[in-house]
């Protein structure tokens, strides 16, 4: 059976309420019949929070429209991010008084709340998933759609990969790209090629190991797999697609570990997708957007919302003057 997906565009053919995003969003919610399936549940409604000056993040506005549906639906709704964000939240305009219910940090204020769940993936050999989160016994995964340095898109599943987790399975996340080095020391034949294959990247992706002198670290982040430095390296240098797909296939580890914790039909999901950044909103500042505002999506299946939303930005131009100058 196909999925559905529910679209608010960003467009107006009137300068009328009714048209704009949040009563857009308002009908949403209806056709996902939030109202009638949260009544005497404890909502979490997952939310980045973003950092320091950034203001592109889902808007106030929008994030009180779904906490006031909760509370019509007779649910019992609290907003959850990672802790460092939700100390700083107030900053941003997020307060229990402006959204209509209490912040809690996912895995608690010191990032002691939290529940192990063996899962070998590289690596990793658990991941530590929020006590906010396993206690809920509903969700609602409320997302920025933006740009993302290690992942390209970053939505509903980034939303939940790395905001219902620990600092310390976060960094490990983030780290599997790592598992398999790159740079192999015994293929390289001098000090002289080190050289040269370091400064072949016109990316600056191919740098001196930190903890090897004689070594190289490939940051995975910076490479865009021109392979230019295969001219050079080699053997030297591995530039393996498993690798740099790996990063995404552990946000979907980590994600349906979060939604594992919930029943069957106990989840929401709604991607904003205006303010369409390149990077995450972690980065604690907001640059100019690279893509048309593309409006609100809803759905009870995380990968239908995921496909609509990026057909929808794909099926738009990139707004090249909105790039940083190199």
Not at 5 to 28: E, M, N
Not at 79 to 99: C, K, N, Q
Not at 177 to 203: G, L, Q
Request: hydrophobic share 40%; glycine share 8%.
């Amino acid at each position: 059976m196909t999925s559905k997906v529910f679209w608010g565009s960003p467009h107006q053919t009137q300068l009328d309420a009714k048209q704009t995003l949040p009563a857009k969003l308002d009908l949403i919610l209806e056709k996902l019949e939030l109202r009638q399936r949260v009544k005497g549940h404890r909502v979490a409604i997952k939310v980045h929070l973003g950092n320091d000056v950034g203001y592109s993040t889902v808007h106030p506005v929008l994030v009180r429209r779904v906490v006031e549906a909760v509370k019509e639906g007779e649910g019992k709704p609290f907003v959850t991010d990672l802790a460092h964000s939700e100390a700083t939240a107030p900053m941003r305009g997020y307060t229990a008084e402006t959204i209509g219910c209490p912040i809690y940090p996912s895995t608690g204020f010191d990032e002691k709340w939290f529940v192990t769940h063996p899962y070998k993936y590289r690596q990793m050999e658990e991941f530590q998933l929020g006590g906010a989160i396993e206690e809920a016994t509903f969700l609602i995964d409320l997302s920025h759609v933006k740009g993302h340095p290690s992942c390209s898109y970053a939505g509903a599943i980034k939303n939940l990969a790395l905001g219902c987790v620990t600092g310390e399975t976060r960094s490990a996340m983030h780290d599997v790209c790592n598992y398999e080095p790159a740079f192999i020391k015994e293929n390289c034949p001098d000090e002289k090629t080190r050289v040269a294959i370091r400064e072949s990247c016109p990316y600056g992706g191919i740098v001196d190991d930190k903890e090897d002198p004689d070594g190289l670290h490939l940051h995975y982040i910076n490479c865009n797999q021109c392979m230019i430095c295969q001219d050079v390296a080699g053997s030297a240098l591995v530039i393996d697609r498993e690798s740099f797909m790996a990063f995404l296939k552990v946000n979907v580890i980590a994600t349906k570990l979060v939604l594992d914790t919930f029943e069957p039909g106990n989840a929401v999901f709604i991607n904003v997708a205006n303010t369409l950044t390149p990077v995450c909103d972690c980065f604690g500042f907001t640059g100019l957007p690279v893509l048309p505002d593309a409006g609100v999506f809803g759905s009870n299946d995380i990968i239908a919302i995921e496909q609509a939303t990026l057909d929808a930005t794909d099926a738009t131009s990139i707004m090249e003057k909105t790039f940083p100058a190199a």
